[in-house]
């Protein structure tokens, strides 16, 4: 496993060779400079996970320290918690408008240290992984989310969603109507995961496909909820003459115009309180099989596995038109 690694700008040894210590014992990788220009020197190169600058250095405070990182697009991004021996107001505010994510006031106490550290990491880790048109969580927080819930043994069910005809409102109405069309999904689910409970995750695979973690007592009220809201939402996404038709005209792949139905959204529902599932190659599997299903079937759909495994016959739980 990769350890984070945490750049320390402390003109101060003892206090540098604490840090150090105490990072390092944490499991923490910890590469030291001296002062502000060290550390602007360093950073492109190591690209650490977080900086922990020092306010009060010689040949560069810390102030400049942060504006240089945030003005160079290698080190824009990178989490920065200041180190600071004023607890004022000013000092505080001069950090943060500098773009600090953080501070530390010395001197600091070594658990507080270690928490806002894990906290920067955690929304970093957070920000590099969500999907930038929703800001919801992308492929690798739910593949971890996923596992999570499969290792806990406790039952959970996952909603995977999807929009039927998307690529003809996308090439009909273009980009931006597109990602339009893709945000105004992601707030309902957004909205319906809400209200029922602490424990739903909604995730963004990408284009206009989506996950829905839940309970499995929770999971169909959701999957309907979505249903309703999207096929309320939809007749404002299009233009009034194709609303009145009820389609658009686009090429299809012979590069003949065809008919394609307003958008409806299909929903595969995988409980596992009915279905043995051991690990998330064989829950996705399911989950596909029973969307290929329900795309056969016209309006919007959720349908769900309610058998074994090993006879995986999908029924329709629901189905509007």
């Known amino acids: 496993m ?16 604490v840090l150090h210590m105490q990072l390092e014992l944490a499991g923490f990788e910890v590469i030291e400079a001296c002062d502000g220009a060290v550390a602007l020197e360093l950073a492109p ?20 320290a942060l504006r240089r990182l945030r003005a160079s697009y290698a080190t824009r991004f990178i989490p920065v918690i200041m180190l600071t021996a004023k607890d004022t107001r000013e000092s505080v505010l001069t950090g943060f408008q500098g ?12 658990n507080e240290l270690l928490l806002r550290v894990n906290n920067q990491l ?29 290792s806990s043994g406790e039952p959970f069910a996952l909603l995977q969603v999807d929009i039927d005809f998307f690529k003809a409102y ?10 339009e069309a893709i945000q105004t999904l992601s707030r309902i689910l957004v909205e319906a995961a809400g209200r029922h409970g602490d424990g739903t995750f909604v995730g963004h695979i990408g284009g206009d496909d989506f996950v829905l973690l839940s309970t499995p007592e929770h999971a169909e009220v959701i999957g309907q909820e979505i249903i309703e809201a999207f096929s309320l939402a939809v007749p404002s996404l299009y233009d009034p003459e194709d609303r009145e038709r009820g389609h658009v005209e686009v090429k299809n792949r012979q590069h003949e115009l065809q008919d394609f139905p307003l958008m409806s959204v299909t929903i595969a529902m995988v409980s596992t309180d009915r279905t043995q599932v051991s690990h998330l190659a064989q829950l996705t599997d399911i989950a596909q099989e029973l969307k290929a299903h329900g795309k056969g079937i016209p309006g919007s759909v959720l349908v769900g596995d309610r058998r074994h495994t090993e ?3 999908p029924d329709v739980e629901r189905h509007a038109a």
Do not use: C, F
């Open 2 to 17: 990769v350890k984070p690694r945490i750049l320390i700008a402390e003109d101060e040894p003892h206090l540098r060779e």
């Open 311 to 313: 006879a995986r016959a």
């Open 122 to 150: 955690n929304w970093s880790r957070q920000q590099r992984e969500a999907n930038p048109l929703t800001g919801l969580p992308g492929n690798l927080s739910i593949n971890r989310e996923t596992e999570q819930r499969l």
């Open 45 to 64: 190169q190591v690209q650490p996970d977080v900086i922990l600058l020092d306010v009060m250095m010689p040949r560069m405070d810390g102030y400049e």
């Open 99 to 110: 773009g600090a994510n953080d501070y530390l006031t010395k001197p600091y106490d070594r």
């Open 170 to 179: 996308n090439d009909h109405y273009g980009y931006p109507r597109g990602d």
